[in-house]
């Protein structure tokens, strides 16, 4: 399955979290690696709060219960395209749950590794190509990282993800501790 998306490059990739050979997480994990500019909504049947989190860490655009209408998912495919992260109502109730009132979310909450990554080279005034040539990603793969970072952050360009990336304490001699 990541072999195939890795090939295909797809825009939305479906997963369940319960496969035969490969944990979804882990297989979430390799797609953001080997196909990183597919949006991957988790379509499951487990709704328990350590698969749900674990998959938002590793990277996940959505995460929906298999119980969705139809209609509803093609809504959700149709979100995740535009850049959206669509989740059930329940896993929405769970996730605004789990998150104090009035807690600040971290970039680490919402980014993958590898698009902290790319913050932190980013606030350092790394062009995409220098990135990619540090990396050893395509430049491609580097432009659609910061696409992520931008929508994730809800931040307009790379001037205000640095800013961003210093303010939180992400790089190093920045004056603030690494969170």
């Known amino acids: 399955m990541v072999r195939e998306a890795a090939r295909l490059g797809p825009d939305i990739v479906l997963l369940d979290l319960a496969m035969p050979r490969l ?10 690696e080997r196909a990183p500019g597919a949006r991957v909504i988790v379509l499951t049947s487990f709704g328990e709060d350590e698969r749900l989190f674990a998959a938002l860490r590793a990277g996940a655009a959505g ?10 998912l093609v809504r959700a495919i149709r ?7 669509p989740l059930s109502p329940a896993v929405a109730t769970r996730v ?15 980014l993958t590794p590898r698009e902290l990554e790319v913050l932190r080279l980013i ?3 790394r062009s995409n190509k220098r990135i990619a040539m540090e990396l050893g990603v395509a430049e491609k793969t580097v432009k659609t990282h910061v696409g992520h970072v931008l929508a994730k952050l809800g931040l307009d360009d790379r ?5 961003y990336a210093v ?13």
């Open 123 to 125: 606030a350092r005034g």
């Open 159 to 163: 001037t205000q993800a640095a800013l």
């Open 79 to 85: 979100t995740a395209q535009d850049g959206q992260s």
């Open 23 to 32: 944990d979804g997480v882990a297989a979430l994990g390799r797609l953001r």
């Open 63 to 72: 995460f929906l219960l298999k119980d969705t209408e139809p209609a509803d």
């Open 96 to 110: 605004v749950d789990e998150l104090p009132h009035g807690a600040r979310v971290r970039a680490s909450d919402l």
């Open 167 to 179: 303010r939180e304490g992400l790089v190093e001699g920045s004056g603030q501790r690494p969170r």
